[in-house]
């Protein structure tokens, strides 16, 4: 039984007002909302429990580390690894990516090739770039048609062995088009000996993930665009190729021996995760993976696509208004501008007037601007708590909007 209500008693800050009014939070794709019970968990763990992990054989690092590694496990079978030590804690898909691209400079060679894609966010671009200037290596990049879907056409004809990477996003954060990426994933394996890299930062709120059945090498995502604290994130690696590769960031926990004539690194996970880790965190991190599964992630993804399907329809009631994205392609994002108002703050601004919190600008996602030739969108995202009525007065916001600016 979905009971929005109940749903929403979870969330102390849904209650409180902006500018007078109740908030209508539609910005979930920066970043969600955090139920009580995993402030709850945090709060405890600082409380009641703080104390560094791995480190110490006290009670308290003991029980700290034993609340971690449950919280990987927990991660572990959200996304369906193998091995719960596949599972590395990092600060977010920005880390992620970037861990990805350094620990991979030693396989790549002038002349290869990366392949990402015209979606991507700016941090599934700029790594590969800094990695291309790193070892000569060429990036090129699939692009869209005008309604934000990508030309796979062009996917196998660049395909090839000197391709060595291909790293794109299950969902656009600009657009919210979800992307083929069985498909892209089955053209790699047959045609190249790529490593595949998954941006799910917006796919983990709202699809269950099965990284073995996708065959990826890398999966990244961030907790904070799933009800989880800031500073939270995950990367997956396929085991073997974790072992192989070499390490990201040097520092504590992740030696197995230091000496002055050289250091032996520690096992999978602790290899890549140097230093003291986000522990409250990566707990908090568990706790909303338990909140996800309590509700049924099926479930939130069906009252999501349903607020998206009003949402849209609603919207385009309205005259002159451009959404981007074919909507059939599209999951919990829709972004658009008022035919004629060439600044898409100048919408936000008035919409947070009325209690609205939407984004605005380019998203961190210049190219697809560019490739519409505008500056920027009005996006509206949605989690599990939004509500048809909260829609209802976007729209509203919206027709004040045109009327105040058109
Ligand atoms: N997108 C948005 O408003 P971090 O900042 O590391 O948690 O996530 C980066 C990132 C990577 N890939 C995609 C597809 C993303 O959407 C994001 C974050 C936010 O759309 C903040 S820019």
Request: proline share 3%.
């Amino acid at each position: 039984m979905f009971d929005i209500q109940e749903i929403r008693s979870q969330f102390t800050i849904l209650n409180r007002e902006v500018n007078g009014k109740p908030l209508v939070y539609l910005d979930n794709a920066a970043t969600s909302q955090k139920p009580n019970s995993v402030l709850e968990v945090w709060n405890q763990y600082y409380t009641d429990l703080n104390a560094n992990v791995h480190r110490g054989i006290h009670t308290l690092s003991q029980l700290a580390t034993e609340e971690m590694e449950l919280s990987r496990r927990k991660i572990q079978k959200f996304i369906n690894a193998k091995h719960d030590f596949e599972v590395i804690f990092t600060k977010g898909t920005t880390e992620g990516l970037n861990l990805i691209a350094y620990i991979l400079t030693q396989k790549l060679k002038k002349d290869d090739e990366i392949i990402i894609s015209y979606l991507e966010h700016h941090s599934n671009i700029v790594p590969w770039q800094l990695l291309c200037e790193r070892t000569g290596a060429k990036l090129r990049v699939i692009p869209i048609d005008e309604n934000g879907i990508l030309q796979l056409d062009y996917l196998d004809q660049f395909l090839s062995e000197k391709t060595k990477v291909v790293s794109v996003n299950q969902v656009s954060n600009a657009l919210g088009i979800v992307n083929p990426i069985e498909e892209i994933i089955a053209k790699t394996r047959k045609n190249s000996n790529a490593y595949v890299v998954i941006d799910g930062a917006q796919s983990a709120p709202h699809f269950t993930i099965d990284v073995q059945k996708l065959n990826c090498d890398f999966f990244v995502f961030s907790g904070h665009k799933m009800y989880a604290p800031m500073g939270t994130g995950i990367l997956y690696g396929k085991q073997e190729i974790l072992e192989e590769l070499p390490p990201f960031h040097g520092g504590g926990e992740m030696i197995a021996t230091c000496s002055f004539d050289g250091t032996t690194y520690a096992g999978l996970p602790f290899k890549y995760e140097a230093g003291t880790p986000n522990v409250g965190g990566n707990i908090a991190l568990g706790a909303a993976v338990d909140f996800m599964e309590k509700i049924g992630r099926q479930n939130i993804q069906n009252h999501e696509n349903a607020l998206l399907e009003y949402a849209q329809r609603k919207l385009l009631e309205l005259e002159n208004i451009k959404i981007y994205g074919e909507k059939a392609k599209r999951t919990g994002v829709v972004s658009f501008n008022l035919v004629g108002v060439g600044i898409s703050s100048d919408v936000g601004m008035i919409l947070d007037k009325m209690g609205i919190a939407v984004r605005t600008g380019h998203h961190c996602t210049q190219p697809i601007m560019n490739f519409f030739n505008i500056a920027g969108t009005v996006r509206a995202s949605f989690a599990v708590y939004n509500t048809f009525e909260e829609i209802d007065k976007l729209v509203e916001g919206v027709k004040k909007a045109q009327k105040m600016l058109g």
